[in-house]
């Protein structure tokens, strides 16, 4: 009898290596090339053919050219972001209205946000203010009628092109009132501050902004060019018929202005000293000074009824709460009573 083996009659071979294949080369071109495929990659008559089709049949999930619409849909985002970071905003343009013509099919509400935002600061970066004025009133209307504060926080980048294009077209007035209102949003960001007192002054948004105030100012002696002081010696002298009213608020303005500048030098200071990020910030302070020696205000009585009751500029809430009563808390209170010691009663 033949003994049991358990694992049956094994035969060992001899093992021998493989040789390695090669891997077989491919001709293979990415999409995102240099020839920045997704600038021309949608076929026009197609997207015609898609779009003329009837809505029912367009609006079902399963359709086939419904979802060709989405892929020419995400080139389009594609494109947009290409040529707004080159600054082709005409092009950007031309393509929120292809944008439209896609969402009346497929009622994507991403693009519902995009359209209007993009038309918005397009229009503003191309000069014409009264377009984006027009599309702001138009997007408050639809977006912001019935949301609270804090929503609307979100698009504080977009509102705050309001003013900016009133300032713009010299409409001082209406340009106050809306930073005002961005304000009451969001009050801690000292540009809006500043480009309010600029407003009262009657001074152009172009006169001292970010871009240029650099050019403004004596880097060796760190105070303002001739180019600056005559600017502003031009302005005071066209507008010396600024009201009081006017003339205390771009005061208190300013105020505001130096009181978050100092707040964003401390946050900067903590940072890398070595980077220096707070050293802009500090120049732009010397402009501030000067115009604040500009807007003298030591003539002006608060409580002078000429002041609080003039019927052509008149406080409004914003700045009764902003810069009267603000300034009335700032003044010692002449009828303080003794402080009272609570044992001796």
Same mark, same amino acid.
């Given at each position: ?35 920045? *495929? ?8 197609? !997207? ?49 209205q292809q944008i439209r013509n ?9 693009? $519902? ?22 599309? +702001? ?16 926080? $979100?698009? !504080? ?27 009451? +949003? ?6 809006? *501050? ?10 152009? +948004? ?16 760190m105070k303002i060019t001739n ?10 002298? !066209? ?87 603000? $300034? ?18």
């Open positions: 009898m033949e003994d049991d083996d358990a694992f049956g009659n094994i035969e060992c071979e001899e093992y021998e290596p493989k040789g390695k294949k090669s891997i077989p080369k491919v001709d293979y071109t990415p999409k995102i090339d240099d020839h920045l *495929w997704f600038l021309d990659c949608i076929d026009k008559e197609e !997207m015609e053919r898609i779009l003329k089709k009837d809505l029912k049949e367009l609006k079902v999930k399963e359709n086939v050219d419904r979802k060709r619409l989405k892929v020419m849909l995400k080139s389009i985002y594609y494109k947009i972001d290409y040529l707004y970071l080159n600054q082709d905003y005409e092009k950007c343009l031309e393509c929120c896609f969402n009346r099919v497929l009622q994507d509400k991403t693009s $519902k946000l995009l359209v209007p935002d993009l038309e918005i600061r397009c229009s503003y970066r191309l000069g014409h203010y009264q377009s984006a004025i027009d599309k +702001i009133i138009k997007f408050e209307e639809s977006t912001l009628s019935n949301i609270n504060r804090a929503a609307a926080q $979100k698009y !504080m980048d977009i509102l705050i092109l309001y003013p900016q294009s009133l300032h713009h077209l010299l409409r001082f007035n209406e340009s106050i009132v809306q930073y005002q209102k961005c304000i009451v +949003i969001s009050n801690f960001v000292w540009e809006w *501050w500043f480009n309010m007192a600029l407003a009262y002054i009657g001074l152009p +948004i172009e006169a001292i902004n970010k871009n240029n105030y650099k050019s403004l100012i004596d880097g060796d002696t180019q600056l002081q005559s600017l502003l010696d031009q302005s005071f002298s !066209m507008n010396n018929n600024i009201s009081d009213n006017h003339l205390f608020c771009a005061h208190y303005s300013l105020k505001s202005t130096l009181y978050f500048i100092q707040q964003s030098i401390n946050v900067k200071k903590r940072l890398d000293a070595k980077l220096n990020y707070a050293k802009p910030l500090q120049s732009i302070l010397v402009i501030i000074q000067h115009l604040l020696d500009q807007c003298n205000i030591d003539h002006i009585d608060i409580h002078s009824t000429t002041l609080t009751t003039s019927t052509t500029i008149p406080f409004n809430d914003f700045e009764i709460k902003h810069f009267v009563e603000f $300034k009335e808390m700032l003044q010692p209170d002449d009828d303080d009573e003794e402080e009272i010691n609570p044992y001796d009663l």
